[in-house]
């Protein structure tokens, strides 16, 4: 079978650090991405990571170990509107079909 | 307009009903998908078309029927729906390929009832 395992829920405070996880278990794999979603709105892209190590994209940073079958999102400097769901999704095959986990839901306290 | 727009936004409907979730997608993508999404439940892939040609139909109830007369638009025809159908429908678009990330443009969704 195919799953994605991620914590479901994450507590942090403004301007701290935080790290959500996600373990991977897919027939076929391309690459990982993250993907955020506040309430009543749409998944947005946030990262890739097609290869091991990582990838920085301003105050977040996606990590990805194939051997493993793990990687991590990494949001720093937390703000008050970083509080959303937060998704890890596997790209099957070549990109025809991409698997996402239950998502992380990330409340940030001030 | 710009993106991957959804309609309608919500839809309530009686299980005898017959009706059809609408998306369009103006970025000149190739590959379009509808995903299911339930509270506390991860994104459930529902169908993708590549290219306006079927490749995945992820088990999906014959209930939900889905239609791609072109690479910009895709229905999802609706009918007999039970009400654990209750969900939000999102419509995502991406640009496959090997040499790129294969990103999804997702619509807004259309949150269905089913009374």
């Known amino acids: 079978g195919q799953s994605l395992e991620q914590p479901s829920e994450v507590t942090a405070v403004e301007g701290a650090i935080v790290q959500i996880n996600c373990t991977y278990q897919?027939?076929?794999?391309?690459?990982l991405s993250w993907y955020q979603q506040h309430d009543g709105g749409a998944p947005t892209f946030l990262s890739y990571?097609?290869?091991?190590g990582l990838e920085e994209t301003g105050r977040f940073s996606s990590f990805l170990s194939r051997s493993d079958s793990y990687g991590y999102l990494l949001l720093q400097e937390l703000q008050m509107k970083d509080s959303a769901s937060y998704f890890c999704?596997?790209?099957?095959?070549?990109?025809?079909?991409?698997?996402f986990g239950a998502g992380t839901r990330l409340f940030v306290k001030a | 307009e710009t993106g991957v727009t959804q309609t309608p936004r919500h839809l309530v409907m009686g299980m005898t009903n017959k009706k059809s979730l609408k998306c369009e997608q103006h970025?000149?993508?190739?590959?379009m998908y509808w995903y299911k999404q339930s509270a506390k439940k991860p994104l459930e892939l529902m169908f993708v078309?590549?290219?306006?040609?079927?490749?995945e139909n992820n088990s999906v109830p014959s209930r939900f029927s889905p239609e791609c007369p072109n690479s910009s638009h895709l229905f999802l025809h609706l009918h007999t729906l039970q009400p654990e159908d209750s969900a939000l429908y999102l419509c995502?678009?991406?640009?496959?390929?090997?040499?790129?990330?294969?990103?999804?443009?997702f619509g807004e969704g259309s949150r269905l009832t089913v009374l």
């Open positions: 995502a678009s991406s640009q496959v390929g090997q040499k790129n990330t294969g990103e999804l443009f």
């Open positions: 078309y590549n290219f306006k040609e079927q490749t």
């Open positions: 990571n097609g290869l091991d």
């Open positions: 999704a596997v790209r099957d095959r070549v990109g025809f079909k991409t698997i």
């Open positions: 970025l000149g993508h190739n590959a």
């Open positions: 897919t027939s076929g794999f391309y690459g």
